[in-house]
Every structure is written in structure tokens, then in C-alpha cells.
């Protein structure tokens, strides 16, 4: 059985575009609430990617993932957050 804290091993321990992207915005944010407003979208889904991300980096807080994650290079700075699509508005023209 794994540990709680053990990384995964392999093609399940990359980080998604949508993991990456909420630990760049946790970086500069205090909760939860902060991260999902900024990215527009629940709570819950922030909850899962930071879950699903400190569980693939091995780590047991958020702070260790983004620190770990910017050491590794899966963090880029210029990255530009992904919008949710549905609250995504289009220029009208």
C-alpha cells in the first residue's frame, strides 16, 4: 500500500495544465476562495487539483508543492492562467 506522502512514480506524477495553473496562483494567495475567484471556478475543483498536485509531488502542504514545483521547473512564471470557458465572455465585433 502507498504512503499518504509517497510521489507517484512515472506518467501518473506529471502535473496537469490545470494542477500547474492553480499552484502559480496559489503562490501569491491565502486561501481557497482567493485562488478560485482569480482562476473563475469553485472551490472544490481547487481543492481537487491542490490535492491531486501535493499528492503526485510527494508533499504535505501547499507551500512545499509550489516551492517543489518551481524548483523542478514545472512552474513558469509567464504562464498565463487557463480560463474557465464557460465563464470565459467573447468580444463582441
Known sequence: M???FTPLIGKDRRL???ER???ATAR???TIGDIARDLHVSAGMVR???SA????LGVRT???????????GRLCAAHPPLRNPRT??????
Open 62 to 72: 501547499r507551500a512545499e508543492a509550489v516551492e517543489i514545483a518551481e524548483r523542478k
Open 53 to 56: 498536485a501535493i499528492r503526485k
Open 2 to 4: 502507498k504512503s499518504r
Open 28 to 30: 501569491g494567495h491565502g
Open 88 to 93: 470565459t465572455r467573447r468580444a463582441r465585433g
Open 21 to 23: 495553473d492553480v499552484l
Open 48 to 50: 481537487n487539483h491542490l
Open 16 to 18: 496537469t495544465p490545470r
